[in-house]
């Protein structure tokens, strides 16, 4: 089983600035990785696959980088609704396809 | 727009068995992949199941095979899961998520709004 690892658990940033996440796959995922954000009390949504790509209605301030085993997700110009948790997952050579354990991203 | 809902969640003892549903409007139901995603209390997330489009391959994480069943009826736009042999750490919020599309099931396309399942006596 692939273990995904996310960095920082929680970061703090000021509305407006920016925000990268990482996240680390225990051995190559090549560009199979995908990105969710989960607000409090609600389903997470998707925003990143492939790496690179954002999904249908995803803003442009989200980005997506890397490939193999070390993977950001970057974030321009944080609004208040990007204030959530923050979950990467791998779905290369599975199952089963893991989640890293979540970036919590709060306001400083 | 995709909708996708769940019901059948509740209270169930351990050792007792529950089948939850899931209905998927504003898509072609039978041309999608779809999942069980849970998220047990203040954790994070957790794959349950997966089913290919036409309901041929199914997929478990280890810690469900055998006791838990993934299926759908695409004549119905209804997937479901049932679970048995159920136990105290099966308590989660379960979602039902559609595959993005592809050979393959993949990527977490759309999210139900999660049902909670309760295991306790």
């Known amino acids: 089983e692939i273990v995904m690892t996310q960095s920082p658990v929680t970061l703090s940033v000021s509305p407006g600035e920016r925000a990268t996440l990482s996240c680390r796959a225990s051995q190559s995922v090549s560009t199979n990785l995908a990105w969710y954000r989960q607000k409090a009390g609600q389903a997470p949504r998707l925003l990143i696959y492939g790496a690179v790509t954002r999904a249908t209605g995803v803003p442009a301030r989200f980005s997506g980088g890397g490939s193999g085993t070390e993977f950001t997700l970057t974030i321009s110009s944080l609004q208040s609704e990007d204030f959530a948790v923050y979950y990467c997952q791998h779905y290369n050579n599975w199952p089963p396809y893991t989640f890293g354990q979540g970036t919590k991203l709060e306001i400083k | 727009e995709v909708q996708v809902e769940e019901s059948g969640g509740g209270l169930v003892q351990p050792g007792g068995s529950l089948r939850l549903s899931c209905s998927a409007s504003?898509?072609?139901?039978?041309?999608?992949?779809f999942h069980w995603v849970r998220q047990a209390p203040g954790k994070g997330l957790e794959f349950v199941s997966a089913i290919t489009s036409p309901g041929i391959s199914t997929y478990y994480a280890d810690s469900v095979k055998g006791r838990f069943t993934i299926s759908r009826d695409n004549s119905r736009n209804t997937l479901y899961l049932q679970m048995s042999s159920l136990r105290a750490e099966d308590t989660a919020v379960y979602y039902c998520?559609?595959?993005?599309?592809?050979?393959?099931?993949?990527?977490?396309?759309?999210w139900g709004q999660g049902n909670l399942v309760t295991v306790s006596s």
């Open positions: 998520v559609k595959d993005i599309g592809g050979p393959f099931p993949s990527v977490l396309d759309h």
């Open positions: 504003g898509l072609t139901f039978s041309n999608y992949a």
